[in-house]
């Protein structure tokens, strides 16, 4: 069985994933990145960054290639399995959080609305649909 165990880091420019995974954001105080895998073979990884005005925003969400459209022996997509803990780890730590992802990028938005995230409507100057995560639960 495949252990999914994420762990979290400070975003900073010279992370070991920044040269594949760029850095999108300017990085807010508290902005975390978020790893599965080992420090030599990242599986999976995204980063909520934090911003002076309005919610954070989850950025450079990345599933190792091999990984994608995968299911472990229960069936599960990993993409669901991790992104699910991802996420839940970054609104657990930064609250509710906006997210912005290509019209086109199907796979990406199929994933989001799997997760409970819903497109808000509105786009941004450069054309990307803004997504938000559920409001926190009551
Ligand atoms: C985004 C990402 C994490 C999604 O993970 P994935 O394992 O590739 O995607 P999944 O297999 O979970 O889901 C993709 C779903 O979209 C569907 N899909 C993919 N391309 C599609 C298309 N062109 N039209 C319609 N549906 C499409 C797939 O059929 C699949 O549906 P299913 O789960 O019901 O079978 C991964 O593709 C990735 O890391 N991409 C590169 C980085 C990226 O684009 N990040 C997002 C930035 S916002």
Redesign the pocket.
Known sequence: MVRVVVRRYAVKADSPAAGW?PVSYPIGAGSVELRWGSRDNIL?LCRGYTRPRGRPIV???????A????KNERGV????LV?GRMFAKIEALLGAFV????P?????????S?LGLQPTGKTTAKG?EVWTSPLPRQ
């Open positions: 995974v999976a950025g450079d969400v990345w599933l190792a290639p990984l994608r459209g995968k997509k990993y993409s669901a992104f997210l912005h992802v290509h086109d990028n199907y796979a990406a938005k199929k994933l989001y799997r990307l």
